[in-house]
T-cell receptor, first 114, second 113 residues
Framework: AQTVTQSQPEMSVQEAETVTLSCTYD???????LFWYKQPPSRQMILVIR??????QNATENRFSVNFQKAAKSFSLKISDSQLGDTAMYFC???????????FGAGTRLTVKP | DAGVTQSPTHLIKTRGQHVTLRCSPI?????VSWYQQVLGQGPQFIFQ???????GRGNFPDRFSARQFPNYSSELNVNALLLGDSALYLC????????????FGPGTRLTVT
C-alpha cells in the first residue's frame, strides 16, 4: 500500500525566515510523482511544487524548493523568506505514473507570524 | 481562463437523504477526479473518470457513485447519507487520464445532520 506521512501537525515561522516541512512516503513503485499542495482557509487546493521520481535534481519554484531523497523516501518542502500569505495547511501527496489515485498526507498547519 | 468550478458551495442534508454534487473541469480537460476531505485530514480519493468512463475507484461504499457527461463535467451522488459523510468534497481535473497535473476546485462543504 502507498502511504504518505507528515509528522508535523503544526509549525510556525517568523516572517522572512525559512521553514522546512517534512514528508515521508512508502511505495514499491519506481515511477511516481510527488507534490506539495497548499490549502488556505479559502479551501482551494493550490499546487506549490511537484517532483518526478526519475529526476535527481530537486524541484524549485521561486521561494519554494524540495529536498527529494528517493532512497530514504523523503520529500521535504523548504519555504524561504516566509510571507504572511504562506499561512495555510500544506499537504504532501503521491501519485504513481499509471493512475490518478493521488494519496495525501494528513497535512501540516503552517502559521507565519509577523 | 476559468478554473475548476463546483456547485453548490455549501449544502446541509439530513441523514438518509440523497445528494448530488457537480463539477465542471477546466476547458480542454477530459479527466475528473473526486476526493473527500474530512475535517482535519487530507483528501481521500473517491473516483476518477476519463472520457466518460470510470477509470479508478477508492475505498468507498456503493452509496457513492458518479458519472461524467459528454462535456466532461461530472456529478458525484451519495445515497442514504450518514453523519460521517460530512466533509469537503473536492473535484480535480487533468488533461489526460495519466497526467499528473491535477487542478482542484474550491470544493463543496456537505454537512449531514
Amino acid at each position: 500500500a502507498q502511504t504518505v506521512t507528515q509528522s508535523q501537525p503544526e509549525m510556525s515561522v517568523q516572517e522572512a525566515e525559512t521553514v522546512t516541512l517534512s514528508c515521508t512516503y512508502d511505495t514499491s513503485e519506481n515511477n511516481y510523482y510527488l507534490f506539495w499542495y497548499k490549502q488556505p482557509p479559502s479551501r482551494q487546493m493550490i499546487l506549490v511544487i511537484r517532483q518526478e521520481a526519475y529526476k535527481q535534481q530537486n524541484a524549485t519554484e521561486n521561494r519554494f524548493s524540495v529536498n527529494f531523497q528517493k532512497a530514504a523516501k523523503s520529500f521535504s518542502l523548504k519555504i524561504s523568506d516566509s510571507q504572511l500569505g504562506d499561512t495555510a495547511m500544506y499537504f504532501c501527496a503521491f501519485m504513481t505514473r499509471n493512475n490518478n489515485d493521488m494519496r495525501f498526507g494528513a497535512g501540516t498547519r503552517l502559521t507565519v507570524k509577523p | 481562463d476559468a478554473g475548476v468550478t463546483q456547485s453548490p458551495t455549501h449544502l446541509i442534508k439530513t441523514r438518509g437523504q440523497h445528494v448530488t454534487l457537480r463539477c465542471s473541469p477546466i476547458s480542454g480537460h477530459k479527466s475528473v477526479s473526486w476526493y473527500q476531505q474530512v475535517l482535519g485530514q487530507g483528501p481521500q480519493f473517491i473516483f476518477q473518470y476519463y472520457e466518460k468512463e470510470e477509470r479508478g475507484r477508492g475505498n468507498f461504499p456503493d452509496r457513492f457513485s458518479a458519472r461524467q457527461f459528454p462535456n466532461y463535467s461530472s456529478e458525484l451522488n451519495v445515497n442514504a447519507l450518514l453523519l460521517g459523510d460530512s466533509a469537503l468534497y473536492l473535484c480535480a481535473s487533468t488533461i489526460l487520464r495519466a497526467n499528473y497535473e491535477q487542478y482542484f476546485g474550491p470544493g463543496t462543504r456537505l454537512t449531514v445532520t
